[in-house]
Nanobody
């Protein structure tokens, strides 16, 4: 079992920055691919970013590429999402997710473990 707890959400301004954190506990964290997803009201949950267990391989949704950066610190069992140049359309609940696999994935059903989510609201 893996438990994931997100933090760092809140209110941001367009053009500003926020950093989300996801603390993991349970099984060996370094064996998991970690991902960030988001879900806006009335919309489906969508992929944001993912990172492999040793960190050098990442993937991003086109909508956040060049603005968001995913990183992880296995010693702290924590994954981060640095969000820069925020836009109002980034407003959503952001979820951290984990899958026990060496390969990146962008589909929510490919992730077994999920956090409870953290709200990000970007004002214009």
């Amino acid at each position: 079992q893996v438990q994931l707890v997100e933090s760092g959400g809140g209110l941001g301004q367009a053009g500003g920055s926020l950093r989300l954190s996801c603390a993991a506990s349970g099984r060996t964290f370094s064996n998991y691919v970690m991902g960030w997803f988001r879900q806006a009201p009335g919309k489906e949950r969508e992929f944001v970013a993912a990172i492999t267990w040793n960190g050098p391989t990442t993937d991003y949704a086109d909508s956040v590429k060049g603005r968001f950066t995913i990183s992880r610190d296995n010693a702290k069992n924590t994954v981060y999402l640095q969000m820069n140049s925020l836009k109002p359309e980034d407003t959503a609940v952001y979820y951290c997710a984990a899958r026990f696999s060496p390969t990146l994935a962008m589909i929510p059903t490919q992730y077994r473990y999920w956090g409870q989510g953290t709200q990000v609201t970007v004002s214009s």
